[in-house]
């Protein structure tokens, strides 16, 4: 079964980071563009930063320049590091992938959520003092 395996959330104060990590289990990221997601509660899901396969992203405006996304093809995982967070960052956060055969960049760039599967049982970030 192809999923992802969500990690390294929890509770943060506002202003602090945290590196949220994904691994995939039973395929080789090589060949997918990749991309967080998150899901705070009464709200649809959505993206915050995808990455293609050559390394081009694209972030939600909300983001822009305090989250990055990054991958580790040997490691098969992604990584979403988050700097300067804020309470709005609430949320349940979730990794998707497409594979590059079944979508091209310019598709999935924009980061919508019904263009990605293989989601995980995601992982809970929490900002709040």
């Known amino acids: 079964q192809l999923s992802f395996v969500e990690s390294g959330g929890g509770l943060v104060q506002p202003g602090g980071s945290l590196t949220l990590s994904c691994v995939a289990s039973g395929f080789s990221l090589d060949y997918y563009h990749i991309g967080w997601f998150r899901q705070a509660p009464g709200k649809e899901r959505e993206g915050v930063s995808c990455?293609?396969?050559?390394?081009?992203?694209n972030s939600a405006d909300s983001v822009k320049g305090r989250f990055t996304i990054s991958r580790d093809n040997v490691a098969n995982t992604v990584y979403l590091q988050m700097n300067s967070l804020k309470p709005e960052d609430t949320a349940v956060y979730y990794c998707g992938a497409v594979h590059v055969t079944r979508s091209s960049w310019p598709v999935v760039s924009s980061c919508a959520p019904d263009k990605y599967g293989y989601w995980g049982q995601g992982t809970q970030v929490t900002v709040s003092s």
């Open positions: 990455l293609s396969s050559g390394d081009s992203s």
